[in-house]
Structure formats: C-alpha cells, structure tokens
C-alpha cells in the first residue's frame, strides 16, 4: 500500500514539474508586455486561493485547529507570495533557462535549513555539495549579459535565486504540517494567505494587465489560462501528495525536470540562447545536489 502511494506521490511529482516548467516559458511570454509581474502573483494566487475553496466544497470534511490554520494562512501570506513575487520579478528581467537554474538549487537550501533548524547532520561531503552549488549559481549570475531575451540578467538571476530559497522554505514548512492537516486544509488556508498578501501589494502598485484591454487577445488570454489552471491550481494540487509520501529533498530533486522542460521548450519558441557558461552553471548544480544528497544516501547504506 505504502510502495503504491509512493510510486502515485513519484508520478504526481513529474505531472507537477512538467506544468512547472512549461509556466516559465508561458509567463516569459506574459510577462512584462501583457500583464506586470506583480499583477501576476496577484492572478495567480487570487484565482489559485478561489479554486481551492470551490474544490474543498466537493471534498471530504478535514479537521484542523485555529492555530494551524493561522500557521498555514501566514505560511501562504509569506512563502507562497514571496515565492512567486521574486520569481515573477526575476522571470521578466532574465531568461526562462536561467530562472530555472536557481529552481534547480532548491535541494541546496533545503538541506541548509534543515541544518540551522533541525540539527540535520552535516559531512564534508556534503559541504562540497553546497559550495559547488553556490558556484554554479554564482557563475551564472556573474557572467550572463543583457540582450533582447534578458533585460537586466543580473538583477533578474538574484530575484529569481531568492524565489529558490523562499520555496525551498515553503517545502520544508508545509512537509511538516501536513503530518497534522490535510491537504486541501492546507491549500485552501495557504493560498488565501498568498491572496491577502497580493491583493494589498497590488493595492499600492496598481493592476497592470494589458491583456484585459479591448479587442479580446485570445492568444495571451490562453496561453494565462494555461497558467492559471495547470501549472497554478494542479501543480499545487499534486505537491502536497508528494510532499507527504517522499523526501523533501526529493520532492526538490524534482526541481530538475523544471530546467529540462523549460530548456527544451525556450530552445523551440526562441526564448534562450544557450552558452557554455549556463551548461557549466547547470553541470556544477547537478553535482552538488549528487553531494548532498545521492552520495551521501550511499554512504549510509
């Protein structure tokens, strides 16, 4: 029974990261000529917050206390806005690939926390791991220059490096409340905490969306619909399933079929251009999570 629920959590990770990365490609069309950044995050976790509570409807009761649900409303309020704040930010001002490569350094920061916070037990190994990862990463935002597919590489590539460390904050949280709520407790209370914090930063920026102007856009109005439905409501939808039967760590592990996606998708629509200092930055990343984690799972062995 077990096996299958971890072989179902596996299938539901690759379901929700293939959406993942095909989402970095559709918001770098978005982003910033139809709709703003920040106009963004308020979309989607707005539309993501109303969808979980019309789903919960039609779901079995699940208890939970006051307290938990405070703890998940400010989870959302903080991880999950902050989260899509800084990748959105960052995915208008760099690359898809590139944003996709500090999506693969969640491993790395999840490991990190889980040493400041939980005394997980730290080798040289495992510090090898993360200098070298710390390496690609900062390899990657040293060297990537400005052109027509990045406005600002270098400002967008530290957005998007934060956008890592606030989700690899949302993994370990969320990994551990979901041991005492259930998972559309979870959504449902998280995201209307991402909601609340949408809707009062966008009410000192203002709602930029071009989209929404007359004639009707059908193709960007698609393409948002993709986003909002797919890779926002049932990516989300299946993390928590992952979350509750595997590793955090491997649920971040997952975070490379991200780069894969989102490399082979902005190969064919033209949104990247690969260089030697992106696949160097990709090798580096790859090999440290293989330090962190895989290598050391070996040792134990």
Not at 33 to 44: A, D, N, Q, Y
Not at 56 to 81: D, M, V
Not at 141 to 146: G, R, V, W
């Amino acid at each position: 029974m077990v096996k299958n629920k971890i072989r179902e959590a596996n299938i539901y990770m690759i379901i929700s990261k293939t959406f993942s990365g095909l989402n970095m490609n559709a918001l770098k069309y978005l982003l910033p000529l139809w709709i703003s950044p920040l106009t963004g995050v308020t979309l989607r976790c707005t539309f993501a917050a109303l969808a979980f509570w019309i789903i919960g409807l039609f779901t079995q009761p699940e208890t939970s206390t006051r307290r938990e649900k405070i703890l998940l409303f400010l989870l959302g309020a903080l991880g999950i806005y902050g989260f899509m704040f800084f990748y959105l930010l960052g995915l208008s001002k760099t690359t898809p690939v590139s944003s996709s490569i500090f999506s693969s350094l969640q491993p790395i920061w999840v490991f990190i926390l889980s040493v400041i916070f939980f005394k997980e037990t730290i080798t040289k190994m495992k510090i090898t791991g993360i200098l070298i990862g710390l390496g690609g990463a900062l390899l990657c935002i040293l060297t990537q220059k400005n052109d027509d597919l990045a406005s600002d590489a270098f400002t967008g590539n530290l957005l998007c490096l934060l956008s890592s460390m606030a989700y690899a904050i949302y993994l370990i949280a969320s990994n551990r409340i979901l041991k005492h709520v259930g998972v559309m407790t979870m959504l449902r209370y998280t995201f209307s905490g991402a909601a609340f914090s949408a809707i009062i930063v966008s009410g000192f920026t203002g709602f930029e969306a071009t989209l929404f102007t007359f004639p009707i856009h059908w193709k960007p109005m698609a393409v948002l619909a993709f986003v909002l439905i797919f890779p926002t409501v049932i990516s989300y939808l299946l993390i928590p399933v992952g979350l509750k039967y595997l590793k955090t760590t491997l649920v971040a592990i997952y975070g490379y079929l991200i780069l894969i996606v989102a490399a082979i998708t902005s190969l064919a629509l033209g949104q990247d251009r690969f260089s030697w200092s992106q696949l160097i930055a990709v090798l580096l990343i790859c090999s440290s999570v293989y330090f962190v984690e895989i290598a050391e799972s070996k040792e134990k062995s």
